[in-house]
């Protein structure tokens, strides 16, 4: 029968048991569970990619580890070779260099200093002033005393009219208060 050839070319379909005996209901019914199982796992299917991922990613990083070891370990030879050079090379050369060349820097050094002290002393010289400019630091100080004077007047003037108003306004207030015979 049909059913027999399905579970002959689809072994892993399971038989379900049926109500109807005839085969091609049981056919069907079989047809749609395996339908309903395929249907099932199709968005796993599609959607899944890890291992697609995790394949690419292992070649990813076999081809990284593989071109970086080889350059860092060149690299670090490289690195080795040169800080060994220096270490030895370089300390000697500095210290030949550095008493060679001290003494010439000491010498400009104390050069610049005196210079420094020269000129702080031209600095700290004072020069008389001109007669003009003397005489204009007089008128200077003249006109600033007149300010003052000036100003210190106009506050007494202010001062005195603020009082002679309080007085007159005192005044004014005790008549008003005789004149409607308020108590105090």
């Known amino acids: 029968t049909k059913a027999s050839r399905i579970f002959i070319r689809y072994p892993n379909l399971v038989r379900l048991p049926t109500l109807c005996s005839c085969d091609s209901c049981r056919w069907r019914k079989i047809m749609i569970s395996q339908v ?4 099932y796992k199709v968005p796993l299917r599609i959607l899944d990619h890890r291992v697609f991922v995790n394949g690419e990613i292992e070649t990813f990083l076999e081809n990284f580890e593989v071109r970086r070891n080889d350059s860092e370990v060149e690299k670090l030879f490289q690195v080795t070779e040169t800080v ?3 270490k030895y ?4 050369r500095c ?3 550095g008493t060679q060349n001290l003494t010439q820097l000491d010498k400009e050094v104390n050069h610049l200093l005196d210079g420094v002290n020269a000129l702080l002393a031209k600095a700290k010289v004072e020069r ?3 007669t003009q400019l003397q005489e204009a630091r007089l008128a200077r100080e003249q006109r600033r005393a007149e300010f003052l004077t000036n100003l210190e007047h106009g506050y007494r003037r202010i001062e005195n009219s603020f009082e002679e108003k309080e007085e007159e306004i ?3 207030y005790s008549d008003l208060q005789l004149k409607l015979n308020i108590a105090k």
């Open 36 to 39: 309903g199982r395929e249907l």
């Open 84 to 86: 060994g050079s220096l």
């Open 128 to 130: 008389t002033a001109s």
């Open 170 to 172: 005192a005044e004014l």
């Open 89 to 92: 090379d370089l300390s000697e």
């Open 95 to 97: 210290i030949a260099s």
